[in-house]
C-alpha cells in the first residue's frame, strides 16, 4: 500500500454527515468543554486531510475563528480541555509546529509534556509501538508526534487508546500545516472562497509533506491548483493529477512561466536536501536561477498575489529575501495562523474523545 492509494481510497470513502453537508456549520462555544457542544465531527484522529469533507473543513475553519477570537483577548485562555493531558513527542526537528501545538494545548488548559526522541528511551532502541504503550500509561490522552517515516502515526493510532495528531509524517503528510495554509488563504483573500482561484505550489513536491496535504484540502475547496518545479522534483504527481484522485484535479507543470501566469497565491517549498538522494538537482544555484521565487518572476502573477511558504525558509534558494518579506507576503501570519487551527484541532478532536467514541 502507498500512502496515495490509502489517501485515494479514504478520501472517496468518506461521507459527510447531514449537518455538515447541509451547510449549517456553526462554531462550538470554545470556552465550554468540548463534549457539551453539538458538532458534526467525527474522526478520532488527524492523521491527514484526505478523509476531510468541504463541510468538515468548513468547521475546522469557523472553529478556528472562534480561537483567534480567543486568542485576540487579554488573556488568550479558555478551561476547555482541562484535565487532558497532551504529549508531543518529535522524532525530527521543528520549531513552528512543536511550539504552535503546545502554545495551542496549554491555551485550551491542557497539560502539556515535550519528549524529544533523541533525550529519550528511543535512543536506547525503544520502538515505536512501546514508546506509544508507554505515553498512554503515563496518563496522555492526545499525542501529538512528528517522525520521518511516513505512515509512523498510522501506527502509533492503532495502539494509542487516545488521538493522535500528525505533526508531519516522512514525505507523506503534514495535515495541521495544510489547514493553516487554508485558514490563512480564506482570511486573506478577499470574499474568502478559493473557488477558481489559481494556487501555485512552487519547488520541491517530491520530498514535501506540506504539498502532499494541500493538495487535498485546496482542491477540496476548489482551488485550480498547479503543482510547479523542475521534473525530478515532480516524479509521481503528474499520475497522481491523470487520475484526478478522488474526483480532485490539479496541473502538474515544470513551465514556471506557465504557472505564474495570473496566479492568485504563490506557495514556495523549501529544498528538503535532508530527505534528498543525490542527482535530483545540479546544484542549489542553478535550483534558485531557474526556480527561485523573484519579484521579477512574480510580475507574472496576479498584482495582489499572495506569496506563501509553510518555513523553514532557504532565502536566496527557493524565495528571495525581498518576497518573503513584501507587503503580499502572509508567511508571518501563516506560523500566527498555525495557533489558532490547533487550538481548533485540539478542541474538535477531544469532544470525541471525551465523548468515549465517534460523534
Ligand atoms: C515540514 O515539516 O514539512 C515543514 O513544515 C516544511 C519543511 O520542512 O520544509
Excluded at 249 to 255: A, E, I, P
Excluded at 273 to 281: A, D, F, H, V, Y
Excluded at 311 to 337: C, F, K, L, W, Y
Amino acid at each position: 500500500m502507498t500512502a496515495e492509494t490509502d489517501r485515494t481510497a479514504s478520501a472517496e470513502g468518506s461521507a459527510a454527515p447531514a449537518s455538515v453537508a447541509s451547510g449549517e456549520i456553526k462554531a462550538p462555544a470554545v470556552d465550554a468543554p468540548p463534549e457539551t457542544q453539538e458538532v458534526a465531527w467525527r474522526h478520532e484522529h488527524l492523521l491527514d486531510v484526505d478523509g476531510l469533507t468541504r463541510g468538515e473543513l468548513e468547521l475546522v475553519m469557523r472553529t478556528t475563528d472562534a480561537m483567534r477570537e480567543v486568542l485576540s483577548r487579554p488573556i488568550p485562555k479558555v478551561p476547555a480541555l482541562r484535565g487532558t493531558n497532551v504529549t508531543i513527542l518529535f522524532y525530527e526537528a521543528s520549531t513552528r509546529t512543536r511550539v504552535s501545538f503546545e502554545v495551542a494545548a496549554k491555551n485550551l488548559s491542557c497539560d502539556v509534556v515535550n519528549i524529544a526522541a533523541s533525550s529519550s528511551s528511543v535512543s536506547k532502541g525503544e520502538s515505536l509501538v512501546d514508546t506509544v504503550r508507554t505515553i498512554e500509561a503515563l496518563g496522555a490522552h492526545m499525542l501529538v508526534m512528528r517522525h520521518p517515516a511516513s505512515g509512523a502515526p498510522y501506527l502509533a493510532a492503532e495502539v494509542f487508546g487516545g488521538s493522535v495528531l500528525n505533526g508531519g509524517d516522512g514525505w507523506h503528510g503534514h495535515p495541521s500545516q495544510a489547514l493553516l495554509d487554508l485558514y490563512t488563504l480564506r482570511t486573506t483573500i478577499p470574499g474568502g472562497s478559493l473557488d477558481g482561484k489559481k494556487v501555485v505550489i512552487l519547488g520541491d513536491s517530491l520530498h514535501s509533506r506540506v504539498a502532499r496535504s494541500n493538495i487535498w484540502t485546496l482542491t477540496a475547496m476548489g482551488a485550480d491548483l498547479w503543482i510547479c518545479g523542475p521534473s525530478t522534483l515532480l516524479r509521481g504527481f503528474e499520475g497522481w493529477a491523470a487520475r484526478g484522485a478522488a474526483g480532485r484535479r490539479f496541473t502538474v507543470t515544470s513551465d514556471m512561466g506557465a504557472a505564474l501566469k495570473d496566479a492568485d497565491v504563490v506557495m514556495a517549498l523549501r529544498i528538503q536536501k535532508e530527505r534528498m538522494s543525490s542527482g535530483l538537482l545540479p546544484s542549489l544555484r542553478e535550483y534558485a536561477a531557474r526556480y527561485g521565487l523573484t519579484q521579477e518572476r512574480l510580475r507574472a502573477a496576479k498584482p495582489d498575489v499572495i506569496i506563501m511558504h509553510p518555513g523553514p525558509m532557504n532565502e536566496g534558494v527557493e524565495i528571495a529575501a525581498d518576497v518573503a518579506v513584501d507587503p503580499r507576503s502572509v508567511i508571518t501570519a501563516q506560523v500566527t495562523n498555525g495557533v489558532a487551527v490547533r487550538m481548533a484541532m485540539l478542541y474538535l478532536l477531544a469532544g470525541i474523545r471525551r465523548r468515549g467514541g465517534k460523534a
